[in-house]
C-alpha cells in the first residue's frame, strides 16, 4: 500500500520534471558559453545560422520555478526530518520499555529553578517597593543601604541580566551574591551585647527572602519541591512523553507505535534484543570476511576493532542473561473471603516421576523447567440438596492432587452457600482439583462425617477464569443430583511463556504423532524449551531446548492425516525438524509467535494469506489491529525496521542534540547536564545499539561549544569530563585499556580541541562577563583547570607552567581591554573629547570613570581573585595594565584645565585612597604616575597658599577692628583656618611617597609657624598702640581690642602644637636638631605673652602710681598739706582707684578667653599694687600720715585683697610679705592717728570750756564718717 506522502513527492518530483524539460526546451540547439555570475539572468552566445532565440524566460516565471522547486525540497526535506525522528523514536521507546544496561541515576546534583527575563523584572520591582516603603517588612537603616547597594551594584547590572539570558542564574544565585556582601557587612559592624553577628545574619537574610519571594504564599514551595523531585525519577510514561517532546512526536502517533512495537509484552521486546544481536553480530562476521573497516589512526587497528564490536554484543548478551526470569510466586494471595481452614492431614507424596528421554540431548536438568502455579478454587454453592434437613450442617473440602486440602465454613442444609475461597500452591502444569460436600454426623459413635458428592476438575493456565456449574459424584448417602458452582483460576508464572495442547512429530523426540500438553518455559534470557506434560505430574516427560530452532508455518504433515491437527508449523534445525498442529487456527499463531519471540530468529513468520474464518482470539485481534493502523498511517516500517541497518551514530547525534536543547529549554538551570532521566536513555541508547563513547562524547563536545559560543552558560566541569574522556580515547591512554581510534575522531577531536581553547580563552578574556559576581560557583576556577587540560600535548605529559602562565598572562592583558572599553563605554567618556565640552564636565567625567574602575577592581578581587589564586601576579599585572589605560584619558583631561586650578585633587585622593590600601597595586607602576602627576601641582599649590597666607595676614592686620571673632579677631581665624585646612589636605592626601610626604610636612609645619610668629608680632605691635591710647587717672579702663589681641596670642599658642609639631615619631630626632618649629614658636609666644602682660600691668600700675603720687601732697610738713586739710577731703581718691581696679578686672575677667592667663595678670598686677603701696609707705617711715593718706590707703589695700580673692588669686600672693607689712604699718598709722585725735580733743575742750563738746562731736563725726568709708 502506497503511503500518501509518497504519492504526493511523486506528483511534484513530475511536476518538476515538466517544467524543467519547458526550461531546457528554450535552449535547444543552443550553445551555453557563458553565465552570469549573479545568476540573476542567463547570456547565451549563440554560434548556429538561424536567428539568435531568446536567452531565457521572463524572471518572474524563474523566480516562481525556482520557489515552487524550493518550497519542494523543502517539503522534502522536512519529510525525511519527519521520518528520521520517528524511526529515532521508535528505538527510544524501545530502550525506554526494555532497559537492560542502564539504570537512572540517583547520585546528580539537584539543578536549581532558573531566573526568567520576566521573573528577574518582577524581583526587581519588589526590591524598589521595599526600599520606597511600600512594604510591610521592618528594617532598620543598615539593612536598607545593603539592599541599597545589593540593589545598584547586582539586580541593575547589566551582567546580571545577561546570565539570566543565558540560563544559568538561578534564585540561589540571587541569594548567595547578598548573603556574601551581607557577611562583609556585619563582620564590620561592632559587637552588641546579646546580640550576635550570627542572628544578624540569619535575621537579614530571613528579611531578604520575604523581598525576594513577595507576595507569594510559602504554601506553594511544596508544589515547587515535587516538581524538582520529578527531576530524579521517572516512570515509563513520564519518559515517553519527554521525548515525544524533544522528537517532535504526536500523540496519537506515539499510541500506534507503542500498540504496534508491542512495548507491554516484555517478552516481545527480549527477543526484539535478541534479534537485533543476532543481527549485530551477523553483520559484524561479515564485516570481517569482507575486510569493511572504517578508516583508523593505525591500521592495526582493524582486528582490535572486531573483536571490540564482539565483545561489546558479548557484554549486550551478558547484560540480557544476568535479567532475571522469575519462576512465580510462591506467595499465596490472601483472598478477602474467609480463609479455609486446614485438615490436620499430611500432605500425599507425589508420583514417581518419568525419566526424560536422554536422546534430546538438551543439556537442561528438570530442575531448570520447575514451574510454580498459584491456585484460586472458589467454592459458591451447592443446589439440589433435598434429602437433608434444613438445619443439617454441610461443609465442603478442597484439594489440589499432591496438597494440602482445605475446608469451608459451615452452613445450613436449607442455605448450602459459602462464597469461600482457597489458595493453593503446585507444580503441575495440569493439576486436578478435587471438591467434596460433607454432612456432619449425628449419631453418637460416628467418628467422620458423611461424605456427600465429590467433583473432579482437570485444570490448566488457560481454563476460564469464570464460575461454572459441575455435577457432582454423589455417594450412597445422597439420592439427590446435586450441582455446584465452583470457579477455578490458575496463574500463569512468570518464565512460562505460552501453554496448551499440541499434536507433535520429531525426529529425536515426541516420535510419535499424538496429542499432547505443552509448555514453552523461559530458563534464562537466551534459553527456551519445549516440554510435555502429563496430568497429575510435576515434571516433564519430554522436553527440547529450542537453541537454534527457526519456526514458521508449514503445510500438512502425510503422516498425521487422520489423527488430528489441522493448522501446522514447525521448528528446524540443521539435523531436526518438529512438526506441531492445532485444531484452531488462532491457537496456531499464538504459539508460533511465542516461539518466534524465544528463537531470537532473524526470519519472521507470516501466516498464510488463505485466511477465510474470521479472527475471533482476542489477543491476535488486537496485535493484527495494532498492526493495521500503523500500516494505514504509515507507520509500520518504523515499527519494521532493522536497527541494525541504519547508522545509530548519526541518529544518536540527533537524539543528543535535540535532547540538549530541549534540557537547555526546561525550568532548570542545568548548565548542559542532562536530567538523570534522559542520561538513562541515552545510555541505554549507547549500549543497546553499539553508540561509541568517544563519538558519543565528541558531538556532546561539539553540541555544548555552539551554545557555549552563542552565549548559552555551561559548566566547564560538564566540558571536561567529556573532553578528557575524549583526550584519553585518542591517546591511547583509556582506563580500561587501548581502544580502536578512527581516524575521523581524531579529526573531529583536534578540531574540537583547537574551538575549546579558543573558547576557553575568550571566557578567560572576558570573565567579568561570563562569570559575572563569581557565578556560576566555581566556574571560573573550573575552566582555568580546563585550559590546562587543554593545553596538554596528550593525556600524559604535564604542560609546561610557563606556558599556562603565558596564555593566561596574555588572556588577562586582553581583558583589561575588554573591561576598560566597556566601562568607558558606560561612563560615555569618549563623549567628553568634544571640544564643547568644559574642562569642568570632562574632569567630572574622569572622577566618575575611576570610581567604575574601583568598583571594577573591588568586584573582581572579591569574586574572581580566589579563581586567580595560582596566578595571583598575573592578576595584579591585569590591574597595573587596566590603570595604565585610564591614564591615557586621565593625562589628556588634566592637560586641558586651566592652569593653578585644584579641582583635580579629588581625583588623585580617590585613586590614592584605593591604590594605598591594596597591597598589590601600593607603589606600583600607575601609583608611580599618579604621584609624578600630581606632585608638581601639589607644591604649586602649597607654594601659592603660603602665598596667600601671607598677603591676608599683612593686609588683614593693617584693615583689623579687632572685633572678637571665634577664639580671636577675624583675620587670626582666617590665617589659622588656613593653615589647618592646608596641613590637613596635604595629610588627606597620604601622598604616597614617604621622603616627599615628610618634605610637605615639614614644610607645611614651617609655614605655619612663620605665619604665627607674624601674625603674632602683628598683634603685639598694635597692643602697644592701644594701650598708649589712655591716660593715667582713675577713668581709665582697658579696651576690648586689647583683650581680643590677647586672645589671638592665646589662639595662636593652643594651635600650635597642631599646626607646626610634626607627628611621625620617627623623625624626632631631626626636630629636636633642627626642626623644632613648634618648641620655637611657642617659646616666641610665651614671650610675647609676657611683653604683653608686662605693658598691661605697668599701664595698669601707673594709675595708682598716679593716685600715690597724688596722696604724697598730703605729706607731713610740706606746703600742701595744710592747704589741703583745708578742703576736708574724705576718701574720695581711694574710692576711685577702687572702681578703676574693679572695673578692669570685670573687662579683664570677661573678655581674655584663657582662665590661668587671667589669673596670671590678677596675680602679678596685684604684687605690683601691693609691691608699690609698701614702697610709698616704706618712703614715709619718718613720717605719720596724714588722715586722709591713711583712709585712702586703708581703703585701696583692703579692696584689693578682697577684690583679687574674689577673682581667685591664691592665698599664697595675696597674703604675701609685702602685704603684711602694708597692714601692720596701716595698723600702727591708725594708732597713732587715734591717739592723736584723742589728745588733740582734750587740749580743745580744756581751752574753750564747754564749746569743746560741739568740736569733739565733729571730730568724732569725722571719725566715724572715714570708719563708714571703710566699711565701703
Not at 623644632?1076 to 605693658?1095: A, P, S, W
Not at 600672693?1213 to 580733743?1241: D, F, G, W
Amino acid at each position: 500500500m502506497r503511503e500518501p506522502s509518497s504519492s504526493e513527492e511523486e506528483s511534484e518530483n513530475e511536476t518538476n520534471d515538466d517544467e524543467n524539460s519547458d526550461i531546457l526546451s528554450i535552449h535547444n540547439n543552443v550553445d551555453q558559453k557563458s553565465l552570469s555570475a549573479s545568476g540573476e539572468n542567463l547570456s547565451v552566445v549563440s554560434h548556429g545560422r538561424g536567428p539568435p532565440r531568446p536567452a531565457s524566460p521572463s524572471p518572474s516565471l524563474i523566480s516562481d520555478r525556482e520557489k515552487a522547486i524550493e518550497d519542494t525540497e523543502k517539503l522534502e526535506r522536512e519529510e525525511e526530518e519527519r521520518k528520521k525522528r520517528l524511526q529515532l523514536y521508535v528505538f527510544v521507546m524501545r530502550c525506554i520499555a526494555y532497559p537492560f544496561n542502564a539504570k537512572q541515576p540517583t547520585d546528580m546534583a539537584r539543578r536549581q529553578t532558573k531566573v526568567t527575563k520576566q521573573q528577574l523584572q518582577t524581583i526587581k520591582e519588589r526590591f524598589v517597593a521595599f526600599l520606597n516603603g511600600e512594604t510591610s517588612i521592618v528594617a532598620d537603616e543598615a539593612f536598607t543601604n545593603a539592599v541599597q547597594s545589593y540593589y545598584e551594584v547586582f539586580l541593575k547590572s547589566d551582567r546580571v541580566a545577561t546570565m539570566v539570558k543565558s540560563g544559568g542564574c538561578s534564585a540561589n544565585d540571587f541569594r548567595e551574591v547578598f548573603k556574601n556582601n551581607i557577611e562583609k557587612r556585619v563582620r564590620s559592624l561592632p559587637e552588641i551585647d546579646g546580640l550576635s553577628k550570627e542572628t544578624v545574619l540569619s535575621s537579614w537574610m530571613t528579611k531578604f527572602d520575604a523581598i525576594f519571594r513577595g507576595e507569594e504564599d510559602p504554601r506553594k514551595q511544596p508544589q515547587r519541591m515535587s516538581t524538582a523531585a520529578s527531576e530524579l525519577i521517572l516512570s515509563k510514561e513520564q519518559l515517553y512523553e519527554m521525548f515525544q517532546n524533544i522528537l517532535g512526536v504526536k500523540k496519537y502517533e506515539h499510541q500506534i507505535l507503542y500498540n504496534a512495537c508491542q512495548l507491554d509484552n516484555a517478552d516481545e521486546q527480549a527477543a526484539q534484543v535478541r534479534r537485533e544481536l543476532d543481527r549485530r553480530l551477523q553483520l559484524t562476521e561479515q564485516m570481517s570476511r569482507m575486510r569493511k573497516h572504517p578508516k583508523f589512526v593505525v591500521k592495526e587497528m582493524e582486528s582490535m576493532y572486531m573483536d571490540e564490536l564482539k565483545s561489546a554484543i558479548n557484554l549486550l548478551m551478558a547484560n540480557l542473561e544476568s535479567l532475571p526470569v522469575s519462576k512465580g510466586s510462591t506467595d499465596s494471595t490472601i483472598s478477602r473471603l474467609q480463609k479455609l481452614k486446614r485438615y490436620n492431614r499430611a500432605q500425599h507424596s507425589s508420583l514417581s516421576k518419568m525419566d526424560i528421554n536422554d536422546e534430546t540431548d538438551s543439556g537442561l536438568s528438570k530442575l531448570d523447567v520447575v514451574l510454580s502455579f498459584t491456585l484460586e478454587v472458589h467454592v459458591v454453592e451447592v443446589k439440589g440438596l433435598k434429602s437433608l434437613a434444613n438445619n443439617k450442617i454441610v461443609y465442603c473440602t478442597m484439594e489440589v492432587e499432591g496438597g494440602e486440602k482445605l475446608q469451608t465454613d459451615q452452613a445450613e442444609a436449607s442455605k448450602p452457600s459459602w462464597d469461600t475461597q482457597g489458595d493453593f500452591t503446585t507444580t503441575h502444569p495440569l493439576p486436578v482439583v478435587k471438591v467434596k460436600l460433607y454432612t456432619e454426623s449425628s449419631g453418637m459413635l460416628s467418628l467422620e462425617d458423611k461424605e456427600l458428592g465429590k467433583v473432579v476438575i482437570p485444570v490448566t493456565a488457560s481454563s476460564s477464569r469464570q464460575p461454572e456449574w459441575y455435577r457432582m459424584h454423589t455417594t450412597k448417602n445422597c439420592q439427590d443430583d446435586l450441582k455446584i458452582k465452583i470457579a477455578v483460576r490458575m496463574d500463569k508464572p512468570q518464565n512460562m511463556k505460552h501453554c496448551g495442547y499440541l499434536y507433535g512429530l520429531g525426529k529425536k523426540v515426541w516420535k510419535k504423532y499424538k496429542k499432547r500438553y505443552f509448555v514453552l518455559v523461559q530458563v534464562s534470557q537466551y534459553t527456551f524449551a519445549m516440554c510435555s506434560y502429563r496430568e497429575k505430574k510435576p515434571d516433564p516427560t519430554e522436553m527440547m531446548q529450542l537453541d537454534g530452532f527457526t519456526v514458521d508455518y508449514c503445510e500438512q504433515v502425510p503422516d498425521a492425516e487422520g489423527f488430528g491437527g489441522k493448522y501446522f508449523f514447525n521448528c528446524v534445525k540443521e539435523g531436526d525438524n518438529v512438526t506441531f498442529a492445532t485444531d484452531d487456527e488462532n491457537e496456531r499463531t499464538l504459539w508460533v509467535q511465542a516461539i518466534y519471540r524465544a528463537t531470537g530468529q532473524t526470519h519472521k513468520p507470516v501466516p498464510p494469506v488463505v485466511q477465510t474464518n474470521k479472527i475471533s482470539n482476542t489477543q491476535i485481534s488486537r496485535m493484527q489491529g495494532d498492526a493495521d493502523r500503523a500500516r494505514k498511517h504509515g507507520l509500520d516500517e518504523f515499527v519494521q525496521a532493522n536497527p541494525v541497518m541504519f547508522d545509530h551514530h548519526d541518529l544518536f547525534n540527533m537524539l543528543q542534540t535535540l535532547t540538549l536543547d530541549y534540557r537547555l529549554n526546561d525550568a532548570y538551570t542545568c548548565l548542559g547536564w542532562f536530567s538523570p532521566g534522559q542520561v538513562f536513555v541515552l545510555d541505554e541508547y549507547c549500549a543497546r545499539y553499539g553508540v561509541r563513547g568517544c563519538h558519543r562524547h565528541l558531538c556532546y563536545l561539539n553540541d555544548l561549544l555552539e551554545r557555549a559560543e552563542a552565549g548559552i552558560m555551561i559548566d566547564p566541569t560538564l566540558i571536561h569530563y567529556s573532553f578528557a574522556f575524549c583526550a584519553s580515547h585518542v591517546h591511547g591512554n583509556r582506563p580500561d585499556g587501548i581502544g580502536t581510534v578512527l581516524l575521523k575522531e581524531k579529526l573531529q577531536f583536534d578540531e574540537i580541541k583547537e574551538r575549546l581553547r579558543i573558547l576557553l580563552e575568550n571566557q578567560i578574556t572576558h570573565f567579568r562577563y561570563c562569570f559575572p559576581f563569581g557565578r556560576p560557583e566555581g566556574a571560573l576556577k573550573a575552566t582555568l583547570s580546563l585550559l590546562e587540560r587543554v593545553l596538554m600535548k596528550d593525556i600524559v605529559t604535564p604542560v609546561p607552567p610557563e606556558e599556562v602562565r603565558n596564555v593566561i598572562k596574555k588572556c588577562l592583558e586582553n581583558a583589561a581591554l575588554v573591561n576598560y572599553t566597556r566601562i568607558s563605554e558606560y561612563a560615555k567618556i569618549e563623549d567628553s573629547y568634544n571640544e564643547e565640552v568644559s574642562p569642568k564636565k570632562r574632569l567630572d567625567d574622569v572622577i566618575h570613570l575611576a570610581e567604575l574602575c574601583i568598583e571594577v577592581l573591588q568586584q573582581n578581587e572579591e569574586h574572581h581573585a580566589e579563581a586567580f589564586a595560582w596566578f595571583s601576579d598575573l592578576l595584579v599585572e591585569h590591574a597595573e595594565i587596566f590603570w595604565s589605560l585610564f591614564a591615557v584619558d586621565m593625562d589628556s583631561t588634566l592637560e586641558m584645565q586651566p592652569p593653578d586650578t585644584w579641582d583635580s585633587f579629588p581625583l588623585f585622593q580617590l585613586l590614592n585612597d584605593y591604590l594605598r590600601n591594596d597591597e598589590n597595586l601600593s607603589s606600583g607602576k600607575f601609583h608611580q604616575h599618579l604621584r609624578m602627576v600630581f606632585a608638581p601641582q601639589v607644591v604649586r599649590y602649597v607654594d601659592l597658599m603660603e602665598s596667600s597666607i601671607a598677603q591676608s595676614i599683612h593686609k588683614g592686620f593693617e584693615r583689623e577692628r579687632w572685633e572678637p571673632q571665634g577664639n580671636g579677631c577675624a583675620t587670626s581665624e582666617d590665617m589659622l583656618w588656613k593653615l589647618d585646612a592646608l596641613q590637613s589636605f596635604i595629610r588627606e592626601l597620604h601622598w604616597p611617597d614617604e621622603m616627599f610626604a615628610d618634605h610637605l610636612d615639614h614644610r607645611l609645619k614651617l609655614m605655619a609657624a612663620d605665619m604665627i610668629e607674624a601674625a603674632a608680632k602683628r598683634t603685639l605691635k598694635s597692643f602697644e598702640a592701644w594701650l598708649r591710647k589712655g591716660g593715667k587717672g582713675t577713668d581709665y579702663l582697658l579696651y576690648p581690642e586689647m583683650a581680643v589681641m590677647m586672645n589671638v596670642i592665646i589662639d595662636c599658642k593652643n594651635r600650635a602644637l597642631h599646626l607646626c609639631a610634626l607627628d611621625s615619631g620617627e623623625n624626632m630626632t631631626l626636630i629636636e636638631n633642627s626642626h623644632q618649629y613648634h618648641t620655637k614658636i611657642e617659646d616666641f609666644l610665651d614671650r610675647i605673652q609676657v611683653q604683653m602682660v608686662k605693658c598691661l600691668i605697668e599701664k595698669l600700675l601707673s594709675v595708682l602710681e598716679s593716685v600715690l603720687s597724688k596722696l604724697a601732697r598730703y605729706d607731713e610738713g610740706t606746703f600742701f598739706s595744710s592747704i589741703l586739710s583745708l578742703t576736708k577731703p574724705v576718701n574720695e581718691l581711694g574710692k576711685a582707684y577702687v572702681d578703676f581696679m574693679r572695673g578692669n578686672l570685670d573687662i579683664l575677667r570677661q573678655k581674655i578667653a584663657d582662665e590661668l592667663f587671667t589669673l596670671s595678670i590678677f596675680e602679678q598686677w596685684y604684687t605690683g599694687q601691693m609691691k608699690m603701696i609698701c614702697d610709698w609707705l616704706s618712703d614715709r617711715l619718718d613720717l605719720s600720715l596724714h588722715p586722709y593718706q591713711l583712709t585712702c590707703v586703708m581703703t585701696i589695700n583692703r579692696k584689693c585683697f578682697s577684690d583679687f580673692e574674689l577673682q581667685g588669686v591664691p592665698e599664697n600672693a595675696l597674703n604675701a610679705k609685702t602685704y603684711q607689712t602694708i597692714c601692720s604699718r596701716l595698723q600702727v598709722e591708725e594708732a597713732t592717728q587715734s591717739v592723736t585725735q584723742s589728745e588733740n580733743s582734750s587740749k580743745t575742750s580744756r581751752f574753750l570750756g564747754g564749746g569743746g563738746s560741739s568740736m569733739g562731736g565733729a571730730s568724732s563725726g569725722t571719725g566715724s564718717q572715714a570708719s563708714g568709708d571703710e566699711s565701703d
